[in-house]
Antibody, heavy 123, light 108 residues
Framework: QITLKESGPTLVKPTQTLTLTCTFSGFSLTTRGVGVGWIRQPPGKALECLALVYWDDDKHFSPSLKNRLTITKDTSKNQVVLTMTNMDPVDTATYSC???????????????WGQGTLVTVSS | DIQLTQSPSFLSAFVGDRVTITCRASQGISSSLAWYQQKPGKAPKLLIYAASTLQSGVPSRFSGSGSGTEFTLTISSLQPEDFATYYCQQLNSSPPYTFGQGTKLEIK
């Protein structure tokens, strides 16, 4: 059974760096075709894919946020860590991590999700 | 970047109705499209991938079609539990993979 869970601060101040950890079970990030992504959703708004890391350590970032994002994986701990620098109130959102798996030449989509964690940016 | 535009943004329907949601891509993405259902306060649920393949456990009243730039999600007979927000996502171009803006399906 695949599960993912996000952890990290619920409140950060403007200009601070946000660090979120996704701890997962039921799969390995060393298995070919597997990836973990981070997605956020501001209250009442649409989903936005922020970053992904694949089994081969291939990493991808949202073009509009790439200068602020870092994603790393720790396969021994079954964790993926996202950091976002220079936080702003507009970054207030629910941040979720999710499992993704290749299907042929392209991924299927995010088939397992964590519950998400609401991060508020405020002084 | 590939942009996805969903229509309509809001949809009101009766239980038992057949509804269709459209997702248009700003450039061709072959069949690399997924559909999700999201209920308030919950994580999105993957319904369909590769444009038309039903994810395991998803009821057969859901179906997807399309390729290239135009895609549709159809619910053949709406059930009370289907009232939610639906998102499309393209998985063709270099990730991260963009989502549409969402379609909120409400009960009439």
């Amino acid at each position: 059974q695949i599960t993912l869970k996000e952890s990290g601060p619920t409140l950060v101040k403007p200009t601070q760096t946000l660090t979120l950890t996704c701890t997962f079970s039921g799969f390995s990030l060393t298995t070919r075709g597997v990836g973990v992504g981070w997605i956020r959703q501001p209250p009442g708004k649409a989903l936005e894919c922020l970053a992904l890391v694949y089994w081969d350590d291939d990493k991808h970032f949202s073009p509009s946020l790439k200068n602020r994002l870092t994603i790393t994986k720790d396969t021994s701990k079954n964790q993926v860590v996202l950091t976002m620098t220079n936080m702003d109130p507009v970054d207030t959102a629910t941040y979720s991590c999710a499992h993704i798996l290749y299907h042929g030449r392209n991924p299927r989509g995010f088939d397992y999700w964590g519950q998400g964690t609401l991060v508020t940016v405020s002084s | 970047d590939i942009q996805l535009t969903q229509s309509p943004s809001f949809l009101s329907a009766f239980v038992g109705d057949r509804v269709t949601i459209t997702c248009r891509a700003s450039q061709g993405i072959s069949s690399s499209l997924a559909w999700y259902q999201q209920k308030p306060g919950k994580a999105p649920k993957l319904l369909i991938y590769a444009a038309s393949t039903l994810q395991s456990g998803v009821p057969s009243r859901f179906s997807g079609s399309g390729s290239g730039t135009e895609f549709t999600l159809t619910i053949s007979s709406l059930q009370p539990e289907d009232f939610a927000t639906y998102y499309c996502q393209q998985l063709n171009s270099s990730p991260p993979y963009t989502f549409g803006q969402g379609t909120k399906l409400e009960i009439k």
